[in-house]
């Protein structure tokens, strides 16, 4: 089964298309422009004196004209392409939500780049993206071809520096190299116009235009509420492991393999607090959940591990903290490790367990062991108490396990696989 739901990320954006107008009298314009307002004025903002494509358009409107075809971002990747802009790059690549990457497209013998973003719940390709803007340079794209337009009668080639000030007012930040000046205009992060001017020429070379944002009425897909395959083949432990450095956990009377399924942990008798939890989470991303049970609760990341956005209680919980610091219940480790055992007796176990670890005691009260793999995917930390004023002395105060790693996952996905198999 499956639902709809409100984007996971409500940016808002505009997507407008223009007709395929031809911007005539290019060296008029440029003289209107750089006319249009003399040295103790105002700029003049509005755009309305100038005529053509983009004549009622200001620059934060992330709008330009190439070669009598107006592109205003940010605008689907399937509108891109059929204005006439064919990929050179592989669209079928997939991207994650809220993921971005950069894609080379030609029209004619010329070239651009286009910033390409997913604003979806689920992994897509690129061709079911957005296009969020494009960089035109002197190097793919000489200034000299074509017509490119920007609002208010910024024309590539043309313009100079006075010309875009004297537009569009003063820049966010001005840059200067030894070949070139950048200016830049921004209205948000990741929403910019950046234009690069020859020293040479003094006119506008290079044009970066985005707006990474989701477009108005963008539909972000849906939420499978199927259970994955991966979730109904997890395995709970019946009992601890005696090895310590293990990524298993008992909270309470139950016994976890970290990460754990949240909907395991619900069948526990752990309730889902609606209010206080997201509904879904997208593909390959993360989203809050928190969990109550008899007056105990702890919030904590569920990750999702599939290519699609699931239900919230499809979610693995990647990391568990039980202490009295934290959930305050009873809890132990694999190993024997419980809250409040005497420091020198947990001290005694990692000695004849021969485990590795960090300890970081340069703090007088707390003291932090972690096991942990290099790329710290995967560690257990234990936190104990040495100053005696408020928790037990000399004891074990906190106890947690991380791992983020795909569960069961070997090579060529054997482990789950089977695992599906053995339940039927």
């Not at 013998?109 to 002197?138: M, W, Y």
Request: overall charge negative; charged content about 30%; aromatic content about 10%.
């Amino acid at each position: 089964m499956k639902k709809k739901l409100i984007a996971a990320m409500l940016i808002s954006g505009v997507l407008a298309l223009a007709g395929n107008a031809v911007y005539a009298e290019s060296e008029e314009v440029h003289s209107k422009t750089a006319s249009a307002v003399s040295e103790d004025a105002e700029p003049d903002v509005s755009g309305e004196a100038d005529e053509g494509p983009l004549s009622s358009l200001k620059w934060s409107d992330y709008a330009i004209s190439i070669d009598g075809t107006v592109l205003k971002f940010p605008m689907l990747s399937s509108d891109f392409e059929a204005l006439g802009f064919e990929a050179e790059d592989d669209m079928s690549t997939t991207l994650q939500p809220m993921q971005y990457s950069w894609f080379y497209f030609k029209k004619g013998d010329k070239r651009l780049s286009a910033t390409i973003a997913n604003f979806a719940n689920n992994t897509l390709p690129a061709d079911e993206c957005v296009v969020c803007g494009v960089t035109i340079d002197d190097y793919y794209w000489p200034a000299d071809e074509g017509e490119i337009l920007l609002p208010q009668g910024i024309i590539r080639g043309v313009s100079t520096i006075e010309d875009v000030e004297a537009a569009y007012g003063e820049p966010s930040d001005i840059y200067e190299g030894d070949t070139y000046t950048k200016l830049t205009y921004e209205t948000d992060i990741y929403e910019d116009l950046e234009m690069e001017f020859d020293l040479e020429t003094g006119t506008l070379g290079e044009i970066d235009i985005c707006k990474i944002a989701e477009p108005e009425n963008f539909d972000a897909g849906e939420v499978s509420e199927e259970v994955p395959v991966l979730v109904s083949s997890y395995r709970k432990p019946e009992s601890l492991s005696d090895k310590l450095g293990t990524y298993e956990i008992r909270v309470q009377d139950a016994v976890y393999d970290v990460p754990v399924p949240v909907s395991v942990l619900v069948a526990d008798g752990w309730e889902i607090s609606a209010d206080k939890s997201d509904e879904f989470i997208p593909a390959k991303s993360s989203a809050w959940v928190t969990l109550q049970k008899g007056g105990k609760n702890f919030r904590s990341l569920a990750r999702n591990f599939e290519d699609n956005a699931v239900t919230i209680d499809n979610g693995w919980i990647t990391s568990i903290e039980v202490g009295l610091q934290s959930l305050d219940v009873d809890a132990e480790l694999a190993g024997g490790v419980t809250i409040g055992m005497k420091a020198e007796d947990f001290e005694k176990l990692l000695e004849d367990a021969g485990l590795e670890y960090e300890l970081n005691d340069e703090d007088d009260s707390f003291h932090y062991y972690n096991f942990a793999k290099e790329d710290w995917d995967q560690y257990i930390q234990v936190i104990t108490y040495h100053n005696g004023s408020t928790y037990p002395e000399d004891a074990v105060l906190t106890i947690s396990v991380d791992n983020s790693e795909i569960p069961g996952e070997t090579e060529g996905g054997e482990a789950v696989e089977s695992a599906a198999e053995e339940k039927g």
